[in-house]
């Protein structure tokens, strides 16, 4: 016998037995927009959609590789036939779900600089009755490397003052 809790649950049958999947998420309201100016949209294909209809949670790490690409080439204009980047963290927080009817967009912004590495946020919206909501936010720490020495390398002083420049509009 199964107790089902009405909290936020889908039933899911897997090899002829009843399994419940609770599903938890926060409410957002604490997640300020201030500072991000990068916005780029994401498309949703039918391959991130798992079995229980929302985008599978391996996939939004995708979606932050299409928002900062876009990120680097727009606004830091990152040259690289000279110069890597690797990523030595993310993080993910998941905060609603993403299906396949939601036009989605990515927030990106860079909020760390260091002598090597930069960390960089992003946030996902969908648009629910003519307002953005948030479904997820995350942060990268990213690693200038160069690929030729094997080994991070200093941020090229070009980029460096793109990035100190867009984190200047942070603060707006």
Not at 26 to 44: A, C, E, L, V
Not at 61 to 89: H, M, N, P, Q
Not at 159 to 170: G, L, P
Request: aromatic fraction near 12%; charged fraction near 20%; hydrophobic fraction near 40%.
């Amino acid at each position: 016998m199964y107790t089902i809790l009405h909290i936020a649950q889908k039933q899911v049958k897997i090899k002829d037995k009843l399994s419940v999947r609770f599903i938890f998420y926060r409410h957002n309201d604490n997640i300020s927009m201030k500072g991000y100016h990068f916005k780029t949209q994401i498309p949703i294909r039918f391959a991130d959609i798992d079995a229980l209809g929302h985008v599978n949670n391996a996939i939004y790490l995708t979606y932050f590789e299409i928002a900062r690409s876009a990120y680097w080439a727009e606004i830091i204009e990152w040259d690289w036939k000279s110069l890597g980047i690797i990523i030595r963290k993310s993080v993910v927080d998941y905060l609603r779900p993403i299906t396949l009817s939601d036009i989605v967009y990515a927030y990106v912004r860079t909020s760390k600089i260091g002598n090597s590495s930069f960390e960089l946020e992003y946030v996902l919206v969908t648009n629910i009755n003519g307002n953005e909501e948030i479904c997820t936010t995350g942060q990268t720490l990213c690693v200038s490397f160069d690929y030729t020495l094997q080994k991070p390398t200093q941020i090229p002083a070009e980029q460096r003052i793109k990035m100190e420049n867009s984190m200047k509009y942070n603060l707006e």
